[in-house]
C-alpha cells in the first residue's frame, strides 16, 4: 500500500505563512489525484484543497487567494503552500491520495495558528 508521510506543521503567528509537504512512500508511475483534508477541534473534516491528474487545483471558499496546492512528480510529493493563515486555519491538515479503489490516508500534521 501507499504510504504518505506529512510534514511542514507548526506553530505561527497569524497572517504567516507555512508550506506542507507529502511525500509518498514509494513511487507512482501513474499521476493520482491528491489533495489536503483538515479537520479542526470539534469540527468536521472537510476538504482544503485538491489537485487532479490532469493538474486541476480547487480549494475551499475559506482558503481561496490564501493557499496554493502542488505537486512534483518526480518526487511523488505533493505541496500546499499556506499564506495569510488565520486561527481559523488551525486543524489537523491531513494528505491524500486517490488510487484506482481507495483512497490512501497521511497520518496527518499540526497546523496551530496563534491570533
Known amino acids: 500500500q501507499v504510504q504518505l508521510v506529512e510534514s511542514g506543521g507548526g506553530l505561527v503567528q497569524a497572517g504567516g505563512s507555512l508550506r506542507l509537504s507529502c511525500a509518498a512512500s514509494r513511487s507512482i508511475f501513474q499521476i493520482r489525484p491528491m489533495g489536503w483534508y483538515r479537520q479542526a477541534p470539534g469540527k468536521q473534516r472537510e476538504l482544503v484543497a485538491r489537485?487532479?491528474?490532469?493538474?486541476?487545483?480547487d480549494f475551499a471558499d475559506s482558503v481561496k487567494g490564501r493557499f496554493t496546492i502542488s505537486r512534483d512528480n518526480a518526487k511523488n510529493t505533493v505541496y500546499l503552500q499556506m499564506d495569510s493563515l488565520k486561527p481559523e486555519d488551525t486543524a489537523v491538515y491531513y494528505c491524500t491520495i486517490d488510487l484506482p479503489y481507495t483512497r490512501a490516508w497521511g497520518q496527518g500534521t499540526q497546523v496551530t495558528v496563534s491570533s
Open positions: 489537485i487532479t491528474s490532469g493538474g486541476r487545483t
